[in-house]
């Protein structure tokens, strides 16, 4: 039988079951939120004349956290209005509606006697066949258990979530002894399929994975920093994205996470006893650790950690880094190494690793360091919280946001180098790492395989996704710079931008406008896509500014022409051309997804015509798109002028849509013909699927059609609401310019009535405007600032 999931209830409001709450409301899920009976009246309830039985005292804690979740940021819900799928309720009053969900999700407090009352109610109302899970992250999940009757067993798994819920894809589900293989095998599909989440199946060990893998990581940094002499802004430096790791690095995560978080991880695995001799002494704690929390310096949610926000003399706000000798906090000042200036023309932080540990300075000596214990780790990890390698490098690239697992890490700087490195660390890597020459291979199918009892293996699951890395090498057909095509199968090819922070350069456009010629010559297809961190954040913009600081206005000209022309390719080419945008999507980058025939967007898209932000006005087509499109709609001619003015104010104002959803409501993704895939790994695959049926389905060449645009109508209106935003202070003088011209080529010109023109007429309005924009001062300022972050470019 078909399980569906359609309504979830979530025990436990705080921060991580509002954040869950959130989430499943994302996708469509209706859920109820519940909490504890608050204790006491506050002083404002007291002074309403309210009592203990009122409902509104009754669910306050659920209410306040629902209320929190709303006004979180960064958001955790894809759009402000799917938090009315969530309702709100207290554990003695409302614990009885779960007879009519259809997963209980618990995350009240890590206590596991607390915990098994709240199942002991659970088994008072659940229906059987009710799935129930816990969002523990330590408690050993077979303890939680005892007691419960054989069906609540049979439903009953792990399912732990990271914080927050929406941006960490990692979802670890652990199993009991008890838990059915089918409902283990749902908890997992559901997962990745609906929840978009990197579903990784997890032993019933301490910390599970993730937080195994990392919290050791962090402890042996803990332990090494002294001996190292460095002070923590330097292991920031040679933390972070260098090596492929989120910008917070190490020591600022902690405080983002609270220390005493890390702490009550570290306790949880020493306390446990299954940590191997090796490594125990590694989850003892430095003695300023103990310092910090018996301060309780525990981060951000106590104002200091490891770092702490001051004023400086001149009133100016300055970040003090904790001097771990004195334990003062000081001015570190800015680090300097010079192995990370050999990898400044490395573009991929695998490909850096090498390079790090050959350093000859202090930088050269923590990587050696820290990989080689990382290594000798995480080998001896297998098969105790893991029997495959894929899953732990899985696990720390969703949960901990590596770019790279550690072995392919290791694989990367090759199985006998860190063999030694471990060795140098002063560890022994486990026996069955010696027998093997790599982690991980490329078979003839282009399949990722993974080292396993001695032998290969394709890695479970990957034939739902199609990863270009694997592909690449025997399935690209044409390349330069700055993209490449590549075949992926049935008819369909896909075009993939990999200039750097895949920026639309020439290089691009002519990869483009191959592709679309090379598609329909032989293909069926085309899908645009790539898998970088972002799809692409727009234009090239050094190279704007370097025309036009030499005022070469024809070349220009060309090239802006060039970019709509390509643009207008994509719309009317004679095979379907669906594009993926997944992250970053600005300026030019949103431009292509506006013209595809259809658009299959990762729910974490950030798009939006930003070009007001450098001083000009959209110059792919994105102005020109949006007055089309609102001219179109078949509605009355007052509300085409409202619409015209919302798509108005988002171009000027540089908004952007902060998810898929958004970009719905914005205008800038179309609900009758564009989708959003929530698990980003399945992205281009859905795309040629999509590409493959419209193919199938008989696709014809769309035919352009004239617009009427509104003339004077509309510009009266533009003009009028930017003198009122100068007159108020809201806009400079130089917005208002933008502005204008923007409004200008909306309005179709200043046409003395309703007129219809082409899609080429209002083209020529924008790239006349752009140019226009591009010979202004304040422009080039603006782009020289965005290019250079401030700093003066050199001549």
Same mark, same amino acid.
């Given at each position: 039988m078909k399980r569906r999931i359609k309504h979830v209830t979530v025990l436990g409001s705080g921060i991580m079951g509002s954040g869950i709450a959130a989430h499943f409301a994302n996708i469509g899920v209706e859920v109820l939120l519940l909490d504890i009976v608050p204790f006491e009246l506050t002083e404002a309830e007291q002074k309403k004349g309210l009592t203990k039985d009122d409902k509104v005292v009754r669910n306050r804690i659920a209410t306040e956290n629902l209320a929190k979740l709303k006004k979180a940021s960064p958001a955790l819900l894809y759009s402000p209005k799917f938090a009315d799928r969530i309702s709100v309720g207290n554990f003695d009053d409302d614990l009885q509606k779960i007879k009519n969900t259809d997963w209980i999700i618990e995350v009240v407090v890590e206590r596991l006697d607390i915990k098994k009352s709240v199942y002991e109610k659970i088994e008072q109302f659940r229906k059987p066949g009710t799935l129930v899970s816990s969002n523990t992250s330590g408690i050993p999940i077979n303890h939680l258990v005892e007691g419960r009757s054989e069906d609540f067993k049979k439903h009953?798994?792990?399912?732990?979530?990271?914080?927050?819920?929406?941006?960490?894809?990692?979802?670890?589900?652990?199993?009991?002894?008890?838990?059915?293989?089918?409902?283990?095998?749902?908890?997992?599909?559901?997962?990745?399929?609906?929840?978009?989440?990197?579903?990784?199946?997890?032993?019933?060990?301490?910390?599970?994975?993730?937080?195994?893998?990392?919290?050791?990581?962090?402890? #042996?940094?803990?332990?090494?920093?002294?001996k190292l002499g460095m002070n923590v802004s330097e292991v920031d430096k040679l933390t972070g994205p260098v090596i492929g790791r989120p910008k917070s690095a190490t020591f600022r995560t902690a405080d983002v996470v609270g220390l005493d978080t890390?702490?009550?991880?570290?306790?949880?695995?020493?306390?446990?006893?299954?940590?191997?001799?090796?490594?125990?002494d590694q989850f003892e704690l430095p003695s300023y650790i103990n310092h910090m929390m018996e301060n309780k310096w525990l981060g951000s949610k106590s104002d200091q950690g490891f770092f702490k926000k001051v004023k400086d003399a001149d009133g100016k706000s300055a970040i003090l880094g904790l001097n771990l000798d004195t334990l003062e906090y000081e001015d570190q000042g800015k680090s300097n190494f010079a192995t990370l200036e050999l990898t400044k023309k490395i573009d991929?932080?695998?490909?850096?690793?090498?390079?790090?540990?050959?350093?000859?300075?202090?930088?050269?000596?923590?990587?050696?360091?820290?990989?080689?214990?990382?290594?000798?780790?995480?080998?001896?990890?297998?098969?105790?919280?893991?029997?495959?390698?894929?899953?732990?490098?899985?696990?720390?690239?969703?949960?901990?946001?590596?770019?790279?697992?550690?072995?392919?890490?290791?694989?990367?700087?090759?199985?006998?180098?860190?063999?030694?490195?471990?060795?140098?660390?002063?560890?022994?890597?486990?026996?069955?790492?010696?027998?093997?020459?790599?982690?991980?291979?490329?078979?003839?199918?282009?399949?990722?395989?993974?080292?396993?009892?001695?032998?290969?293996? #394709?890695?479970?699951?990957?034939?739902?996704?199609?990863?270009?890395?694997?592909?690449?090498?025997?399935?690209?057909?044409?390349?330069?710079?700055?993209?490449?095509?590549?075949?992926?199968?049935?008819?369909?090819?896909?075009?993939?931008?990999?200039?750097?922070?895949?920026?639309?350069?020439?290089?691009?456009?002519?990869?483009l406008n191959r592709a679309i010629d090379l598609a329909e010559k032989e293909y069926d297809g085309l899908v645009v896509g790539n898998q970088g961190a972002n799809f692409s954040v727009g234009a090239n913009l050094a190279m704007i500014l370097m025309m036009a600081i030499e005022q070469d206005w024809?070349?220009?000209?060309?090239?802006?022409?060039?970019?709509?022309?390509?643009?207008?390719?994509?719309?009317?080419?004679?095979?379907?051309?669906?594009?993926?945008?997944?992250?970053?999507?600005?300026?030019?980058?949103?431009?292509?997804?506006?013209?595809?025939?259809?658009?299959?967007?990762?729910?974490?898209?950030?798009?939006?015509l930003v070009e007001a932000g450098v001083g000009v006005i959209p110059g792919g087509g994105g102005s020109k798109e949006f007055t089309v499109r609102t001219m179109k709609e078949v509605i009355a001619d007052d509300v085409k002028t409202n619409r015209l003015r919302d798509a108005f104010m988002n171009i000027a104002m540089a908004k952007v849509a902060t998810s898929a959803q958004e970009a719905f409501d914005m205008g800038i993704l179309q609900k009758h013909k564009d989708i959003v895939v929530i698990n980003k790994n399945r992205q281009i695959a859905e795309a040629k699927d999509v590409a493959l049926l419209m193919a199938k389905q008989g696709y014809s060449q769309p035919i352009e059609e004239k617009v009427k645009v509104l003339g004077q109508n509309a510009l009266g209106m533009f003009y009028v609401g930017t003198d009122q935003m100068l007159a108020?202070?809201?806009?400079?003088?130089?917005?208002?310019?933008?502005?204008?011209?923007?409004?200008?080529?909306?309005?179709?010109? #200043?046409?003395?009535?309703?007129?219809?023109v082409t899609e080429q007429y209002l083209l020529n309005l924008e790239r006349e405007a752009f140019l226009q924009l591009c010979g202004e001062r304040k422009t080039l300022e603006r782009i020289q600032y965005m290019l250079t972050k401030g700093k003066p470019l050199r001549n």
């Open positions: 009953f798994a792990g399912t732990h979530f990271f914080n927050p819920v929406r941006y960490l894809p990692l979802l670890e589900i652990i199993p009991t002894h008890d838990t059915a293989p089918e409902i283990v095998d749902f908890y997992m599909s559901f997962g990745a399929k609906f929840l978009g989440k990197d579903t990784v199946l997890a032993k019933d060990t301490p910390a599970f994975i993730a937080n195994r893998i990392g919290v050791f990581g962090i402890m #042996n940094l803990f332990h090494n920093i002294q890390l702490v009550h991880v570290a306790n949880g695995v020493r306390e446990s006893g299954a940590e191997q001799e090796l490594f125990r991929k932080p695998i490909d850096r690793f090498k390079v790090l540990i050959g350093g000859k300075d202090k930088a050269g000596e923590f990587y050696r360091a820290m990989l080689g214990a990382l290594f000798a780790y995480v080998s001896h990890k297998v098969p105790e919280i893991s029997d495959e390698v894929y899953k732990i490098d899985d696990a720390m690239r969703a949960g901990f946001g590596w770019e790279n697992g550690p072995f392919e890490i290791w694989d990367a700087v090759g199985v006998e180098k860190g063999i030694a490195l471990a060795k140098e660390s002063g560890y022994e890597v486990a026996e069955w790492v010696k027998n093997i020459s790599s982690f991980y291979q490329i078979n003839d199918e282009g399949a990722k395989t993974f080292v396993n009892n001695g032998s290969y293996k #394709n890695i479970p699951g990957q034939e739902a996704f199609i990863i270009l890395d694997n592909i690449r090498k025997n399935k690209t057909l044409w390349s330069n710079s700055g993209s490449s095509i590549i075949d992926l199968g049935d008819g369909i090819i896909n075009f993939e931008i990999r200039s750097k922070m895949n920026s639309l350069g020439g290089e691009v456009l002519d990869g024809d070349d220009l000209n060309m090239a802006i022409a060039y970019f709509q022309k390509s643009m207008m390719r994509v719309r009317y080419s004679s095979i379907p051309v669906v594009v993926a945008p997944h992250g970053m999507t600005l300026g030019g980058g949103c431009e292509m997804t506006m013209h595809a025939d259809k658009v299959v967007a990762a729910a974490e898209t950030y798009i939006g108020g202070k809201f806009i400079s003088e130089h917005d208002k310019k933008i502005a204008d011209k923007l409004g200008y080529v909306m309005a179709g010109g #200043n046409l003395s009535e309703p007129t219809e």
